[in-house]
């Protein structure tokens, strides 16, 4: 079946534009995590939603950084003037959000974004 | 200090080997411990899922949890050059519809 698809895989932007990284989750999952990964280290978490609801926007590192997830299915992590520390690897992850047993968190492939 | 301390290799072993790798952690309220796997340029994939302290076997795969220590292993048997790849422990204090908690990663090299 299909995974947790994300668009575009590569973006490269000037420092100072906006852009916009899309994010498909698996049918039916109700979590939905945004984590942004710099190069050799680890995922960090930005954000994440429940359905439409944004429960927890404590990672996202400046008000630059903007996510939503309007109608509780794909969601955008928008970034305005993108700054050169804002290059990374963006994932994204779903879940089905069990109270009980293995819930697990599906990864995308990510989308690399440059900025030069 | 980070939360979860992971050393990020890179690790070089010839097939065949075992292979151990861990993280320790310093928030006690952490009680669901997963490792995930990462090829270049992927999404991390989830290999093993331990709730609380205890092992886990899933084949080659062995993941210890060690609350008292607030440490974490996974050891893999007969590694093969198809092992090669990142591996990221994780962590949270609560069932999966939780912030995930990640260390840096190991990069690990299988050399036929």
């Known amino acids: 079946g299909a995974g947790v698809s994300q668009s575009p895989r590569y973006k490269v932007a000037k420092r100072g534009q906006d852009v916009a990284l899309r994010c498909d989750p698996i049918s039916g999952h109700v979590s939905l995590f945004w984590y942004q990964q710099a190069l050799g280290q680890g995922p960090e978490f930005l954000t994440y939603?429940?359905?439409?609801?944004?429960?927890?926007k404590s990672g996202l590192p400046s008000d630059r950084f903007f996510a939503e997830r309007p109608e509780g299915s794909v969601s955008t992590l928008k970034i305005q003037r993108t700054q050169q520390e804002d290059s990374a690897v963006y994932l994204c992850?779903?879940?089905?959000?069990?109270?009980?047993?293995?819930?697990?968190?599906?990864f995308g492939p990510g989308t690399r974004l440059t900025v030069l | 200090q980070k939360e979860v301390e992971q050393d990020p290799g890179p690790l070089s072993v010839p097939e065949g080997a075992i292979v151990s790798l861990n993280c320790t952690y310093s928030?006690?309220?952490?009680?669901?411990f997963m490792w995930y796997r990462q090829y270049s340029r992927k999404g991390p994939e989830l290999l093993m899922y331990t709730y609380s302290s205890g092992n886990k076997e899933d084949g080659r795969f062995t993941a210890q949890v060690d609350k008292s220590s607030k440490y974490i292993s996974l050891f893999i048997r007969d590694s093969q050059p198809s092992d090669s790849a990142t591996y990221l422990c994780a962590m949270s204090a609560w069932n999966g519809n939780t912030p995930l908690v990640f260390g840096k990663g190991t990069r690990l090299s299988v050399i036929a």
């Open positions: 939603f429940q359905n439409e609801a944004q429960l927890d």
């Open positions: 928030n006690s309220a952490f009680q669901y």
């Open positions: 992850a779903s879940s089905l959000a069990l109270r009980e047993g293995r819930d697990e968190q599906f």
